[in-house]
Nanobody, 122 residues
Framework: QVFLVESGGGSVQTGGSLRLSCAASGFIVSGRCMAWFRQAPGKEREQVGTILKTSTHYAESVKGRFTVSLDSAKNTLLLQMDSLKPEDSAMYYC?????????????????WGQGTQVTVSS
């Protein structure tokens, strides 16, 4: 069984940093495409970034500020978020799919965590 559990969310001021973690079980994170998504109230869920082995992809809105990585020893997906802005406030989700490549939409992903809230105040 696949389980994903996010942690690390919280409240920070503009310009601050947070590090989100997604602990995975039931599969090996380094062998699948892993993704971070976020959803703000009243908005659609959007992809933040993906990682497949050492290849990463980021949304334009977070490029240069967010970093997706894997901690293979802990079988965990990470999201380092720096220079945070109020518009980064959202519920953040990790996800994994059954496909060999990284999809760009939420329908490409089968398993999801419960989410962790990030709030950035101005």
């Amino acid at each position: 069984q696949v389980f994903l559990v996010e942690s690390g969310g919280g409240s920070v001021q503009t310009g601050g940093s947070l590090r989100l973690s997604c602990a995975a079980s039931g599969f090996i994170v380094s062998g699948r495409c892993m993704a971070w998504f976020r959803q703000a109230p009243g908005k659609e869920r959007e992809q933040v970034g993906t990682i497949l082995k050492t290849s990463t992809h980021y949304a334009e809105s977070v490029k240069g500020r967010f970093t997706v990585s894997l901690d293979s020893a802990k079988n965990t997906l990470l999201l380092q978020m720096d220079s945070l802005k109020p518009e980064d406030s959202a519920m953040y989700y990790c996800a994994v799919g059954d496909r060999a490549e990284c999809g760009r939409i939420e329908q490409d992903y089968t398993y999801w965590g419960q989410g962790t809230q990030v709030t950035v105040s101005s």
